[in-house]
């Protein structure tokens, strides 16, 4: 009996640890569940109670709603992962082609390329997030910076 107990543990301990159940407020349905069953029981109490008027219940679910609301808030969007960057950042005689948008070659004089893990972060620096940015493979970070430099000439990386 004990050899089974001990074999079900090394089986469970052999799932790796990138697999992990996610928060509860990252799943929509979890939320949208929670969000029901206390709408539910807040409807039954002003119910029961015969706190039944249409203003304040509809201002009490109102206020029940926001805390499910705050995660999506403060949720960053995900960068923009391109395969080519090369192929997305494009140049011709005056201007430098980022995906659909465009911008002066003379206006740019900084390029930001930040490494995380294994991804290359690139945007332009003081754009006002006019210019997409987006992230790349680390392995081509190299012939992207060379293919920086044909395109721009001598530029500053921050």
Known sequence: MNKDVSSKMT?????????????????????????????ILYLAYRYITDQFWLFETLYGLLLLSYPFWLPSLFKAPKPLLINDPKNYVRFNAEQMLIGEANIEIKKVQKVALDVVEQQVYFSLPFNSNKLPSFVFALEQLEDFKTHLVKGLGKIEYV
Do not use: D, E, G
């Open 11 to 39: 089986k469970l301990s052999t799932i790796p640890s990138a697999v992990k159940a996610k928060a509860f407020y990252q799943q929509p349905r979890m939320m949208f569940a929670i969000w029901l069953l206390l709408s």
